[in-house]
């Protein structure tokens, strides 16, 4: 058992009769509470290890019991030790923390409680088992998908469905936090698997009302000059390879109700492929919902959806403007219509704009996994 050694404390400027002046007082009770709590959380840090960057972390802060210490305390302390100052201690967790708890921060936003309409916190009970690289998402023993536990609730009404999903997420903090806090809970939310803190953007997601799709690597026709990285599905892949990599992909969190492509042309024109993929991914519960590279694919056993347009093809406000003037005229015509988009600035706000005014244009927003069904 590993043991914490905690430094001698001195006092160079306190005499003998300071020292035992001070041995008396109230506040010494509070000084060392703060200094074994304080040491306490080093020695953590000492034997998980040094942080890594970005990671995962969960932020302590002290100002709480630094500003309730009784008057003077600061005072007593400060010719023995200078000047005091607040420190929080940040310490590594696993890259699948629990799920927000009250008083701390995760990658650096607070979750003192669930906000209004939030999903539950993930994993659900049944809903996963033990894999070699983490969780995997599982069909629970009463027949419960995470497709179903994951999803966002949806109730139609008569008004035209339109859906939008916006992907690239957890790859910039900055981006990844103006999408799960500007964008209205009904837009789907879609991440990348190798995005670090992947599980506390997931969990601060669903915390804001959106579901969530991870993101799978598949083959490009320009690959290995566009590569989406070591573990993309290949379209010549045998399938216990495709489903080797798929399992790493969705070790990586919990929480999420489908998957959905990240580029991917050449895997999703292969039949045999695909069908590995999508076998493996219906064992498990999920759906699939494309950008519109997989629209020829059959369903393969699991719930589907694709994307008819990509709405910042063109990065520019007028275009963006464009292919959201025609999603509606699309689901005017066929009762609802789904988009797809990347977490650029200009898609964010031009999106959170527009979906702000479509009730009164006669339109539901609507999760993406309400338009999903098995074809």
Request: charge should be neutral.
């Amino acid at each position: 058992m590993a043991m914490i050694a905690l430094p001698r404390l001195s006092a160079p400027r306190f005499g003998i009769g300071g020292l035992r002046a001070l041995a008396g007082s109230r506040y010494v009770g509070v000084g060392a509470a703060a200094a074994l709590f304080v040491a306490a959380l080093a020695g953590v840090g000492v034997l998980i290890g040094p942080m890594a960057g970005g990671a995962p972390h969960m932020r302590i802060s002290l100002s709480g019991p630094f500003n309730r210490a009784p008057v003077g305390w600061r005072e007593a302390l400060a010719p023995a030790s200078g000047a005091l100052a607040i420190t929080e201690d940040i310490v590594r967790l696993s890259d699948r923390p629990f799920g927000p708890l009250a008083g701390i921060t995760w990658n650096g936003a607070a979750n003192e409680k669930p906000a209004p309409g939030a999903l539950p916190t993930a994993p659900l009970p049944g809903l996963y088992a033990p894999g070699p690289g983490g969780p995997l998402p599982i069909i629970s023993a009463d027949g419960r998908t995470p497709f179903d536990g994951y999803k966002r609730p949806f109730s139609a009404n008569t008004k035209p469905k339109i859906a939008l999903i916006i992907g690239g997420l957890g790859l910039n903090a900055r981006a990844t936090r103006q999408a799960i806090e500007s964008l209205p809970p009904e837009v789907t939310l879609s991440f990348a698997p190798y995005a670090e803190g992947l599980q506390g953007w997931i969990d601060e997601a669903r915390a804001h009302g959106h579901e969530v799709l991870l993101e799978t690597p598949m083959e490009p026709l320009d690959y290995p000059d566009n590569d989406p990285g070591p573990y993309t599905l290949m379209a010549d892949g045998s399938p216990p390879e495709i489903v080797k990599k798929l399992e790493w992909v969705l070790s990586r969190a919990t929480g999420y109700f489908g998957l959905t492509n990240y580029l991917g042309s050449r895997f999703l024109a292969n039949p045999a492929a695909y069908q590995a993929f999508a076998s493996a991914a219906a064992g498990r519960g999920l759906g699939f919902i494309d950008d519109g590279s997989g629209a020829r694919m059959v369903s393969g056993g699991l719930p589907r959806a694709s994307a008819e347009r990509v709405i910042d093809d063109q990065l520019s406000q007028a275009a963006i403007d464009q292919q959201l003037l025609a999603l509606e005229a699309g689901a005017l015509q066929r009762g609802q219509a789904l988009g797809a988009g990347f977490a650029y600035p200009v898609t964010l706000d031009k999106v959170a704009r527009w979906a702000n005014g479509l009730a009164e244009r006669g339109f539901q927003l609507a999760p993406a996994s309400a338009l999903a069904t098995r074809r």
